[in-house]
């Protein structure tokens, strides 16, 4: 059964879900590199800029939806 958790718990799914937005979202990452939107989702759950739930199921990750302050 799948778990739902927030993704600052499960660091380990971060780049992942990083990937699956910038290649959904290109249009809002055209001018900034995987790697470096990677580094910011990790940042912004740190910090709370970014708030991600995600859903996971025997460690992979299934999805998620991610909320974001400005």
Do not use: T, V
Request: proline share 1%; hydrophobic share 40%.
């Amino acid at each position: 059964m799948p778990q739902m958790d927030w993704l600052e718990n499960q660091m380990d799914h971060c780049d992942l879900m990083a990937e699956w937005l910038y290649r959904e979202f290109n249009y809002e990452y055209a001018e900034q590199s995987l790697a470096s939107w990677q580094q910011e989702l990790a940042e912004g759950q740190r910090d709370g800029r970014w708030k991600c739930l995600i859903a996971a199921e025997h460690s992979q990750l299934l999805g998620g939806a991610s909320l974001a302050s400005k």
